[in-house]
Every structure is written in C-alpha cells, then in structure tokens.
Nanobody, 125 residues
Framework: QVNLVESGGGLVQDGGSLRLSCAASGPTTNYATAWFRQGPGKEREFVAAISWSGRITNYAESVKGRFTISKDNAKNTVYLQMNRLKPEHTGVYYC???????????????????WGQGTQVTVSS
C-alpha cells in the first residue's frame, strides 16, 4: 500500500499560481501517479499523470499549457505546478497511485488504487 500526503493547497486569486506536492511512502515499486480534482457538486476528474520514470506525462485538455506535473524520485514526491488559475479550477485536489500501471500512465480513475486525503484549492474571481 502506497501512502500519499498532499500539501500546497490554499486560496489564490484569478490568474495566480500554486504548486501542489504529493509525498509518497511505503513500498518502492514502479507505478503511475496522477492528480485528480473534485469541484463542488462535481465528480472527480483527471488532471494530470506521470510515469514512474517521469519521462511520460499526460494532461487533461483543459489544463494543457497551464499545469505541469513533475516528480523527484529521490524525495518520493510528485508536484503539480498550476499557473494562470481560474475559478473553475477550484476544488479538492487528490494525488493517486496506480500500482498496476508499470512504465506508463493512465487517465482512468478506476486504475488508481491508492489515494491521498486531498488538498483544497480555491481560486477567487
């Protein structure tokens, strides 16, 4: 079981930036990591994912060119740099690990079997 702890959320104005962190602990195995967002009254949706090596990334269309996912394996930490934030980016951001995805990534929520507790991001207009 991979344990994930998110941090870095907060309140930011329209157009601002935040960087989220996801610190992992537990078994050191090859798995994909992703960020999902759940807005008020909405279903959880895919934001970005990164492979274990960090060489493969994919993004939801709505955040391409605005958000960047990266990782530091030495620190067991995945980051989500969010720039030019908009009110529609408001929500709880969850970090998740897909332990069955080895060497690649997936945007399919059903493959993610380990989840953090989430961190709140609020973008004010």
């Amino acid at each position: 079981q991979v344990n994930l702890v998110e941090s870095g959320g907060g309140l930011v104005q329209d157009g601002g930036s935040l960087r989220l962190s996801c610190a992992a602990s537990g078994p050191t195995t090859n798995y994909a990591t992703a960020w999902f967002r759940q807005g008020p009254g909405k279903e959880r949706e895919f934001v970005a994912a990164i492979s274990w090596s960090g060489r493969i990334t994919n993004y939801a269309e709505s955040v391409k060119g605005r958000f960047t996912i990266s990782k530091d394996n030495a620190k067991n930490t995945v980051y989500l740099q969010m720039n030019r934030l908009k009110p529609e980016h408001t929500g709880v951001y969850y970090c998740a690990a897909a332990t069955a995805i080895i060497g690649g990534t997936t945007s399919n929520l059903d493959y993610y079997d380990c989840w953090g507790q989430g961190t709140q991001v609020t973008v004010s207009s």
